[in-house]
């Protein structure tokens, strides 16, 4: 069965400091990988996804993540964080078992401080 | 283009009761799939409709059951609730069933169950 672990609950960081969000999952098959961000009292919001081809993707706002197949992992990063980076970031895998089912990580709440 | 849309916002139900919830996919979209997100966890699969057919369901009880109407919008309903229902219930559409089709999330229905 396929599953993800976020390595970290919590991340606290201080503004403009560099910030990586570990990610591993478990697959046998190939997999697509996304990372999600929820903001206070909202719903989730794709931030980057990782379907094929280059294993480094990023996002419209700074944040990267890097396929890594032999590590079988997926980590987020992004070289200087703002205040407004602070919410709860997902990781999820896409199952290959029941149509577009996303399996998501327990998540990971980035703290960013002044 | 409007996004994705539930409710109600949050309700409240006690231990036995029958909820139903709703979501109006994003337009264009004709795929709908509903999460629920219990505190401090991430989102995990229920069910997914496509073409007003269930087309894939997690490892939830029949209790959980769900609809999709001729518009793609949705419900989920639940019956006999109990307190471990207490969580957030996440709707999310796509434009299909593949699985490079992205997900777009609506806010979702908060339900306390007491």
């Known amino acids: 069965a396929q599953s993800v672990t976020q390595l970290d609950s919590q991340v606290p960081v201080f503004e403009e400091a560099p910030v990586e969000l570990r990610c591993n999952y478990s697959s046998s098959v190939s997999v697509y990988l996304f990372w999600y961000v929820q903001y206070p009292n909202q719903g989730l919001q794709l931030l980057l996804k990782?379907?094929?081809?280059?294993?480094l993707v990023e996002s419209i706002n700074g944040f990267e993540a890097e396929f890594n197949k032999s590590q079988t992992s997926f980590h987020l990063r992004k070289p200087s964080v703002h205040i407004s980076d602070t919410a709860e970031y997902f990781c999820a895998v896409m199952s290959n078992q029941a149509g577009t089912a996303l399996i998501f990580g327990k998540g990971t709440t980035l703290s960013v401080s002044s | 283009e409007t996004g994705v849309t539930q409710s109600p916002t949050h309700l409240i139900k006690t231990r036995g009761q029958q909820v139903t919830l709703r979501c109006s996919s994003q337009s264009g979209h004709n795929t709908v799939s509903w999460y629920q997100q219990a505190l401090g966890q991430g989102p995990q699969f229920i069910f997914q409709y496509y073409r007003e057919e269930e087309n894939g369901r997690g490892n939830f009880p029949p209790r959980f059951s769900g609809l999709q109407f001729p518009n793609y919008s949705s419900e989920l309903n639940v019956n006999a609730l109990e307190l471990d229902d207490s969580a957030l219930y996440l709707c999310?559409?796509?434009?299909?069933?593949?699985?490079?089709?992205?997900?777009?999330f609506g806010a979702g229905s908060r339900l306390t169950v007491l």
């Open positions: 990782y379907l094929s081809g280059s294993t």
């Open positions: 999310a559409s796509s434009s299909g069933t593949t699985r490079a089709n992205v997900l777009t």
